[in-house]
């Protein structure tokens, strides 16, 4: 019987510190993959001011706003003409939601960023990023921090989701065989 306790022992403290690494090296990648999304995020945020600029150009050489330009073009009897007001509308619309996910990601703290991340996040740009993710070290104070989260949330499911019940229903079956057996 001891030498299948020093192997279960042995065993569990064996997990234990993989759950650690693995909590560790999945949740250090966290900061990693919101950094190269805010690179992609940018890159989008660029494209969609060049569109919408190119649009305001040619509304002032028109001698008319933006908002009028758009307004004359969805009022086109034309409607190839007409669908172009849309995509001007929708490059609008499209660098301010942009740009409220950038500022929200980037100036968040450590501890709020995946928070402001989830709330923010645009579903083809994170695919497209998660094409290309490269993992990396961490080497900031962030992930430590995500590391130590990691640890955390894996070590608090290991014992609080499969190890306590699982010793609590040894420990019934063991009281029950005991007091069948007396």
Known sequence: MKIG????????????????????VIFSQAPEFMQQYLQR???????????????????????????????????????????????MSEASVRVEH?????????GASPLTRPFAFLQHVDAEIANATWSFYKPAVPTTIEGALYAL???????????????????????????KTAVQAA
């Open 98 to 106: 942009l740009e409220t996910a950038q500022a929200a990601i980037a």
């Open 149 to 175: 989260v990691g640890m955390a949330v894996l070590l608090g499911i290991y014992y609080g989701l499969i190890k306590a019940p699982c010793s609590r229903f040894i420990a019934r079956r063991r009281a």
């Open 5 to 24: 306790s020093a192997v279960l022992g042995t065993g569990e403290k064996l997990l234990d510190r993989a759950l650690c690494v693995g909590g560790a």
């Open 41 to 87: 995020l940018g890159g989008h945020l660029d494209e969609a001011r060049r569109q919408l600029e190119q649009f305001k150009k040619v509304a002032a050489q028109s001698g008319i706003s933006l908002e009028q330009f758009i307004a004359q073009t969805n009022a086109n009897s034309d409607t190839a003409v007409a669908k172009l007001g849309g995509v």
